[in-house]
């Protein structure tokens, strides 16, 4: 028998991790899409144990050891092999670096503070959630000090870490103020231009088998492969699965068709991502996705670069025509796209367009820094909040329910999350202008309706890089720049103003 | 912290194990139901991953030093926790018997025969099976011979053991010649009576979506817990999980309904047990079922005993008439009733009536002596199979595939299988016969729709039992007798010549 080098013996610890993984992704899909509602014990205690056996390896001393003794011979191996090596450690030092008494304490205070969030939003009442959050604040705070002792980095920038490596605060803080900036006159500009364009609503309701049809269809035209992923429906639409098995949700609106289509546009686009990770890399930590910002720009490239564009509703009109048997002015392509791209100053981040919703995740980036350094007091979140939703927004939530109760992240101790959602819009912008560039006729191409050429620039460029490089990197190499959110001002620009 | 005995060590343990086997029987289901078809290869590595971590925990010296310890304190435990005990050790016997070899064996021998029946019914050779089969018998028989030495009991009586634990070869010849000569009378008197009384055929088709509807009513009438279950289709039916998620399917036949029911029926009532059995126990190994022919008895009981039973009819009739909206001679209760009971000598076993079911049992069983022992040989099996089905059935079949190439059973080495669907009838007769002594008005109450009699009998009689005694202890203990193949030879006579 051959002897396994210390690379290699890691390479099957991880390859059992995925493996591990993979099976979490099938009970969490079946949970959300398939589960009877009383089997939620048995699947939280399978979870729980899927969890721990990962952990287990992961935390393992010998694989501590496997890594010191690989790093000591890194020169024989391979670029990808570095890069997983180094991935491999960045995974370690994850798990390795939070302390079991922090793990439990973290876990009590965002599991009690998740469920006094749902009692909050029931009764309107902000108050309810004070001393809990309070709590969780103050764990995340403990937690984000131990990582970045082990990171070697400030303690927010350790948060940030978790969901899109490498990433820094001061990086964030020059784009979001950049972006901030640009869209203060962007806004009133395009609903000044809009006003001017009536659209015609949709009066017809629409069967929900319907409207999967037409989904599945352009499902098919984009090259989302059947044999390896499925649609199904649930509350909110999510993606679940590995390279091998993908399954998306989507909820669906007998009277809004768009609600279906840009979710099921919106969750094809993580799952092309994940179905283009490096195959040969597949159960290993460099076959991953390069996390949360680069995940979510190619669900918002497809979701509103392309599928809110011209280009999109000529491909797609003549089908909705034909499967849901309408015709009119309603559904004219031109009307479709109107309808598409109305934006609208509003109180709700999930529903916002995608020229206000920058706004609202400046908005948490900015309270979600005063929170943790100290700054910001809970019980004043309210009034802070409100008082920059005048400023950015020029609108004001009535109650909490439509304020700062919205989202459940700080209660279940998300920090550092809310920054992906927006760096994800400026990464699609900005791979936008790159693969304009590269295939000039590339929106004609999907007209006709062929996504061959943009899924192949993608997979060369973003997908099959895998975690090789850092998010920044991979922009960089992939569009010729560093990440810069003025592509995001000028797409938004030309789209809603010269267009 | 309290010090754990070794008894107690042991539970914590088995209940990994359970939770271990709860998560794969979602994926087998899974598998069946929803995965889509190319992600095949990942779900056999997940499946494996599964099988490999609870048998290394079954096979973990230290299980095997904690059973003898606690073996030694066993007056310390209760009734319940004694009877554990046993089933634990029983399951580790059976894990720690077969040396690695022949496990190894065993896996290659059965995939490559299953792979070489599939082409050989396919293109309706037996020939083509010959050597993978006889390869399949000489592992089977090393296999048996190394368990029955750690059992203490007979080879062929150790493969028994493993779906039918404690039944013995010598119990079964006599239990099945009994049935074989009470039969061979039997069937034609049957098929004469019924040729004086015709059915009218089914002749409107009905939607598979209101078929669906008709099995979840009855479904509900029964008591099947839809909160913890659920219902859908394959290609053949069957039941995953465990009491906390059991999900059954059927198939649909859109020209005869009887399949999709009778099928669901089959797997409510393997269904029932597995939610009936001892809660208290659900992680342990004495919760679980009693094997195999005690658990299609419960599948037999309800889809034959009762499913096929004029009271049921009487109940089912008009649910049909309301949810297909049919009505006319050939939907009356009298005329459902004649055709789920219809009568026919046939060449293939899972289409046979309960009439001539067991012939094909009887069949199998005394074959898969002959094959054991090496008093036939491979190559002779069809003409060994073809004289037995002209004896017993007077029908012979033209070609391989409906006969003795029709079953996948041996190929796979399921050795010692066949005789629990018998089995499965003989105890559903019996315990038929004793609820019907319990609970005299038991028939009128199911035409009233109220199954709640029954379940509640069957309940605290077997599946409330678990695995606490032995098959054989608790068709007596339920029964008042020992198994007795008559109550099975009455039960047909009464039902199909004195009704």
């Known amino acids: 028998m051959v002897k396994l080098s210390a690379y290699q013996k890691l390479e099957k610890r991880f390859a059992r991790i995925h493996l591990l993984k993979s099976i ?131 303690p927010y920038d350790a948060l940030l870490d978790e969901h899109d490596p490498g990433r820094r605060a001061t990086e964030l803080d020059g784009i979001f103020a950049r972006i901030r900036c640009g869209l203060t006159p962007l806004i009133p500009a395009i609903m000044d231009r809009q006003s001017s364009r009536p659209t015609v609503e949709l009066a017809v309701p629409v069967a929900v088998a319907r409207q999967k049809d037409l989904c599945k269809r352009i499902m098919k035209g984009i090259g989302f492969p059947f044999e390896k992923g499925r649609l199904d429906e649930s509350l909110h639409p999510f993606t679940e699965g590995t390279a091998e098995d993908i399954r998306i949700t989507s909820r669906f609106d007998p009277d809004n068709f768009f609600t279906g289509l840009m979710g099921v546009l919106h969750e094809v686009g993580h799952a092309m991502y994940d179905f283009g990770l490096p195959a040969k890399w597949a159960t290993q930590p460099v076959g991953r996705d390069r996390g949360m910002a680069i995940h979510e720009s190619q669900a918002l490239f ?43 100053r509003s109180l709700i981040r999930i529903h916002a367009d995608e020229v206000t919703y920058p706004m609202h995740v400046v908005l948490r980036w900015e309270l979600e820094q005063d929170l943790f350094r100290g700054t910001l007091r809970v019980k004043d979140l309210p009034g802070a909040w409100n008082e920059k939703m005048r400023s950015y927004l020029q609108v004001v939530p009535q109650d909490a329910k439509s304020g700062c109760l919205q989202d459940s992240h700080w209660p ?88």
Chains 1, 2 share one sequence.
Not at 313 to 339: D, H, K, Q
Not at 424 to 438: D, E, H, N
């Open 302 to 344: 497809l979701e509103m670069v392309i599928g809110r564009s011209r280009a999109f509703m000529n491909f797609c009109a003549p089908l909705v025509a034909r499967i849901f048997g309408v015709s009119g002015a309603a559904w004219t392509s031109e009307n479709l796209y109107g309808l598409a791209t109305r934006v609208k």
């Open 412 to 499: 279940m101790g998300y920090f550092g999350y809310f920054p992906t959602y927006l760096m994800g819009s400026v990464i699609a912008a900005q791979l936008f202008a790159a693969v304009r560039c590269a295939v000039p006729d590339i929106m004609s191409r999907i007209e006709a309706g062929d996504f061959e050429p943009l899924f192949s620039w993608l997979g060369r460029n973003i997908h099959g890089q895998g975690a090789r490089f850092t998010g920044g990197e991979l922009v960089e190499r992939a569009s010729g720049h560093e990440v810069n959110p003025d592509y995001l001002i000028s797409y938004l620009r030309d789209k809603y103003l010269l267009q």
């Open 24 to 154: 979490g992704h099938l009970l969490r899909w079946d949970g959300e899409v398939m589960m009877p509602p009383a089997s939620i014990g048995i699947r939280a205690e399978q979870l729980s144990l899927l969890e721990t056996e990962s952990n287990s390896i992961l935390r393992a001393s010998q694989t501590g050891r496997l890594l010191d003794s690989a790093e000591t011979s890194r020169q024989s191996l391979d670029d990808w092999e570095q890069a997983n090596l180094r991935e491999m450690r960045r995974l370690w030092q994850h798990a390795n670096a939070i302390p079991n008494r922090l793990v439990n304490a973290f876990h009590r205070a965002t599991t009690n503070a998740e469920m006094q969030w749902r009692t909050a939003v029931e009764q309107n009442d902000f108050g309810m959630l004070e001393v809990p959050l309070e709590r969780v604040i103050a764990v995340v705070h403990e937690r984000a000090q131990v990582l970045g002792d082990a990171l070697r980095c400030s």
